[in-house]
């Protein structure tokens, strides 16, 4: 656990950064600067490129992760990854051919409701190509076991920029039209980044010869791409379906603050995730189940009980927060945000467990279940959205979400006979439970800023003391003794 702990120790912290600058820009920045239509534009880009890109990348960026550390040799290593750079062109040149000459019915039918959409749909295969070869190259450094650069680009970098761009446009520097481009233009600009730094880790002589076991990498990323492009539906399938559904792309926006706010609390399985699934690879190639069932373990407590904390400031200063944002019709997402941090604890607590599914032999399920999801969330969206709007679309997730969770829980224990909870997990839910119905009621009745700084010290301070005397995570621990110097070592 020393480099997956560190790593996402250092992660955590530039997820923060990085959402800290997000938050800004969704809560503050889009909502007062930038025309709420082409937020909404922008959002719905960026949505419908990442349910494409794991076709169009042919699933390579889970692909390296999968198979890169079965080969041993320099010679080997070269011409599997000439080949995860190579082989997404056989979707890519004929996707493009496909959308020249089928653009107009294309564009036609995703700007039905909402007609500002039709002039920016060739931006969505760009961006998705950029999204996807960046993708590409961050799994190159993953496999080296150096995922914090890649983690400052993708989570900062972008961000930054875009704040800038907004500052632009109230300053009328540039119009909401040149945002759009500007945007599209940064996402090139981090792919190419990402490129450089790849490289530099590992540079992989060009070798076009088919890779040792290459029925296996083209069986596998078959089923890959289904199921990558069936989970990014699960995560954007909402703000594609809401303009197609609903008038006013507008709405769009509205919903993407809720749930900007609310993945917050998905930030520790982000931060771990990076580094703890290339990890997993290599310990299911080498058939190391022990380190695999610890590595289960402690990613899902250590997850669940940053994740606890996270769930209580925000849903307990969300109201606070929307006062402060000061924009009425963004005020309605107080529910859509307790529904889908819901939905992200329930993904905290299952760690390491998509790793696991889709690094063993049992890949395939992953697939049908991802799949079984994609067509859940689609249904339920439908349904839920014409009966309740944008919160219909929230409630569609954490239906999936749930019912998916017990289902790979349970078929993760069937096959690899573990799972992830102990009696600390319990501690865990009870105390995020406890404090949440306590703090709910608890209204300090003075200025939003105030009462969120109060809420925060207070109840970060019950909960981080609580965690450490009751010992529910070895190494939170271990790392505030060390932090603080505490002379009595963690048991």
């Not at 039709?118 to 931006?123: A, G, S």
């Not at 972008?158 to 040149?178: E, G, H, P």
């Not at 924009?327 to 889908?340: A, F, T």
């Not at 703090?439 to 700084?453: E, G, K, R, W």
Request: proline share 3%; aromatic share 16%; glycine share 4%.
């Amino acid at each position: 656990m020393g480099v997956v702990y560190k790593q996402s120790v250092i992660n955590t912290v530039i997820l923060f950064i990085g959402f800290a600058i997000g938050g800004i820009n969704i809560l503050f920045l889009y909502t007062h600067f930038l025309d709420a239509d082409y937020f909404g534009l922008i959002t719905f880009l960026l949505s419908t490129a990442t349910i494409i890109l794991p076709a169009l990348l042919f699933g390579m960026h889970n692909t390296v992760i999968k198979f890169y550390s079965s080969y041993t040799t320099k010679e080997e290593k070269d011409i599997f990854l000439t080949t995860s750079l190579f082989l997404p062109l056989v979707i890519i040149i004929p996707a493009t051919l496909v959308g020249i000459f089928t653009y107009e019915q294309l564009s036609n039918w995703l700007s039905q409701k909402n007609p500002l959409i039709k002039n920016y749909t060739y931006l969505i295969f760009l961006i998705a190509i950029f999204m996807g070869y960046f993708e590409l190259f961050y799994a190159w450094s993953k496999v080296q076991l150096k995922s914090v650069w890649g983690n400052l680009i993708k989570e900062v970098f972008a961000r930054l920029c875009t704040s800038i761009l907004l500052i632009l446009v109230y300053f009328n520097q540039i119009t909401d039209v040149q945002f759009i481009y500007a945007v599209v233009f940064v996402w090139g600009v981090r792919l190419f980044i990402m490129l450089f730094y790849a490289l530099h880790l590992y540079k992989p002589k060009l070798t076009f010869r088919t890779p040792k076991d290459f029925k296996k990498i083209i069986d596998y990323s078959f089923y890959i791409i289904l199921a990558g492009s069936a989970g990014f539906i699960l995560l954007e399938i909402d703000k594609f379906m809401i303009p197609q559904i609903q008038k006013g792309i507008s709405k769009v926006a509205y919903y993407s603050v809720g749930i900007y706010i609310a993945s917050v609390v998905g930030i520790p399985a982000r931060a771990m995730q990076q580094i703890a699934t290339p990890i997993t690879a290599k310990a299911l190639n080498s058939n190391n189940l022990d380190e695999v069932k610890s590595l289960y373990k402690s990613s899902s407590l250590n997850q669940l009980l940053a994740g606890g904390l996270l769930f209580l400031l925000i849903n307990l200063n969300v109201q606070d927060l929307y006062i402060i944002i000061n924009k009425p019709e963004y005020s309605n997402g107080v529910l859509i945000v307790l529904l889908i941090s819901i939905a992200k604890m329930f993904e905290l607590a299952m760690g390491t467990n998509i790793a696991i599914l889709a690094n063993s032999k049992f890949y395939k399920i992953y697939f049908y279940l991802s799949l079984a999801m994609a067509i859940s969330v689609i249904l339920l969206n439908k349904w839920l959205i014409n009966l309740y709007g944008n919160n219909g679309a929230a409630l569609a997730t954490l239906i999936v979400i749930v019912a998916f969770f017990i289902i790979r829980i349970f078929y993760v224990f069937l096959k690899f006979k573990m799972q992830p909870f102990t009696n600390k997990t319990a501690f865990i839910i009870l105390l995020t439970a406890i404090l949440f119905v306590i703090f709910y009621y608890l209204d300090f009745q003075i200025n939003p800023y105030l009462n969120i700084i109060l809420r925060t010290v207070t109840i970060g301070s019950i909960y981080l003391i609580i965690s450490y005397k009751l010992k529910l995570s070895k190494e939170f621990n271990i790392f505030v003794n060390k932090f603080f110097k505490f002379p009595i070592p963690n048991k």
